[in-house]
């Protein structure tokens, strides 16, 4: 297993000083990371940029200048639209921005809200769907890009209800972005969770959480609510309640040999979420 880290873990960095894509790609470097993933790129993400593709194509030439792996693609989605059409369309310009970074993996989300309709579950939005996920991934497969899902949304966080869509979907190129974290959004336990996830595993990301629960008392200051109503909030990986050294145990378990992705949302100040993380994960892993 080698060590990588999300774009999206340096959302404060790059908002308090303008950092751009490529300084945070030296930095992921400069601290030890393996490797980099983004999220959906923003054409203002490096200065000159006509598109996303030029962008992606600027990243990919710097990280092999510097060394520095680029592992993972993830984008938006809401497969539940009623412009379906539209929405694919989307995710085949994004399949060849993940192209043009060179990854070969993509992770789109598939819905987060469900249809205000009678007796509508999720398992009528898998059925939905589905015809449009395999579009995708069959699009993305001959791109040289497999396709996944992650456990986030709360729709579509417990294990049971993705490994459900994945087979649901029944396509090779398809399978699980692997969360450890997020699974406590639905109060899920993640080591039952993860052994659930493991063997659909194309990528797997390590976030903690500080946990409360509702019997403890009022929301404090920061956390979010579970489906289960109990708190949440984003801390530095190692610092939390998520019991990282089990999961990644039975993802080697398993067979997974890939990324160990950090993402970090937490309060803390954000270099030293990222420092303390890396060195967390490399000695475990």
């Known amino acids: 297993m080698k060590v990588g880290v999300s774009s999206y873990s340096f959302e404060k960095y790059r908002k308090n000083t303008g ?14 990371f393996d490797g980099i993933e983004f999220t959906e790129l923003e054409i203002d993400g490096i200065d000159g940029c006509s598109d996303m593709i030029e962008c992606a194509l600027k990243i990919k030439e710097h990280c092999e200048k510097i060394g520095l792996k680029i592992i993972n693609y ?8 009623e412009d379906k059409d539209a929405e694919i369309e989307k995710l085949f310009e994004q399949v060849r ?20 309709k ?36 709360f729709i579509f966080q417990s294990p049971e209800r993705v490994e459900e869509l994945i087979l649901a979907v029944g396509n090779e190129n398809y399978g699980w972005l692997c969360d450890m974290g ?14 659930i996830a493991a063997p659909y595993a194309f990528h797997v990301h390590a976030k903690d ?5 509702r019997g403890e008392g009022v929301k404090p ?3 979010f609510e579970t489906r289960g109503g109990n708190y949440l909030r984003g801390t530095v990986v190692g610092h939390g309640v998520v019991p990282i050294v089990n999961c990644i145990s039975i993802l080697k378990k398993a067979g997974y040999d890939g990324y160990i ?9 954000n270099m030293f979420a990222l420092e303390a993380g890396y060195k967390y994960l490399r000695s475990v892993i």
């Open 118 to 153: 009678p007796l509508y579950n999720y398992r009528d939005a898998i059925k939905e769907m589905v015809p449009s996920i395999r579009k995708v991934t069959e699009y993305a497969k001959a791109q040289g890009v497999r396709t996944c899902t992650e456990n986030h949304g």
């Open 209 to 213: 959480f500080l946990f409360k629960s």
């Open 261 to 269: 992705s950090l993402e970090f949302e937490g309060a803390e100040d």
């Open 74 to 81: 993830a984008v938006g989605a809401n497969l539940l639209s």
């Open 97 to 116: 921005v993940a192209k043009a970074l060179g990854v070969s993996v993509m992770r789109h989300d598939v819905c987060f809200v469900l249809p205000q």
């Open 182 to 195: 997020n699974f406590l959004c639905s109060d899920d336990d993640p080591i039952r969770a993860v052994a």
């Open 19 to 32: 950092a751009d894509y490529l300084e945070i790609c030296d930095i992921s470097k400069k601290i030890g």
């Open 221 to 223: 200051e920061g956390f």
